[in-house]
């Protein structure tokens, strides 16, 4: 009896290992920088601090819709990622091709501004696999564009929030998250959406993403709102 509960054991340790989750430290060592886990989604952002973008005249912040991302959920061996780069026009196809050369499906290519100078575009994309490997392939696209992939300086000490912020909160009814001069709101759908049997979150772009970009006194009195 005794052997036969060693046996089970050491059968089942594998997989029990195998289901614990995403070892989010050799995720970080492919992407050259480290993301933030909410829930089972580990998420990682690659902000276009490269790009100067205007609509208007006005200076869009990279956390108002300049942002590329990636989220990985599930475990090692049997991960998800998914995610919004912001490319220019001629970084499009190369990322594409390697994307896609890597087994990754494009969900999507679109717009999220308009009139904005220079042109920048969107695309959405969805990946299942192995989640070093997913991480590698990924990273190895991104570098096909301009996309800073360098490790990020940490961000600078918060400091009083503007009064808008409260304003906005309130109207919205919710609570924001002020990062870079932008405000940013995740309104969740109320229904569940799966994928291959897996719950989407919000960490993971299902969800109502609506940002705030206050510009400098010497543009026009305006707010700048992206949503998508």
Known sequence: M????????????????????????????????????????????????????SINGVDIKAGLALGSWAAFAGNDNDAMVMGDLVLLENELTPVMKKLR?????????????????????????????KAVELAKSFHAALAESKTPLDKPAPPAPSAEPPAFVKTIE????????????VLSFGIPRPAAITDRGMTLTGAQGVAEAINFQEPAPAKLRQRVISCW
């Open 101 to 129: 050369a890597a087994g990754f499906d494009i969900t999507a290519v679109h717009n999220h501004v308009l009139n904005e100078v220079p042109r920048v575009i969107y695309m959405h994309y969805m990946g299942y696999g």
């Open 2 to 53: 005794k052997l036969r509960i060693l046996i089970f054991s050491i059968f089942l340790c594998p997989v029990m290992l195998a289901a614990q989750g995403l070892d989010t430290a050799r995720i970080d060592e492919a992407m050259g920088r480290s993301g933030q886990k909410t829930g089972d989604v580990y998420r990682l952002g690659f902000p276009r601090t490269d790009l100067h973008v």
């Open 170 to 181: 309130d109207i919205v009814g919710s609570k924001g998250r002020l990062a870079g001069g």
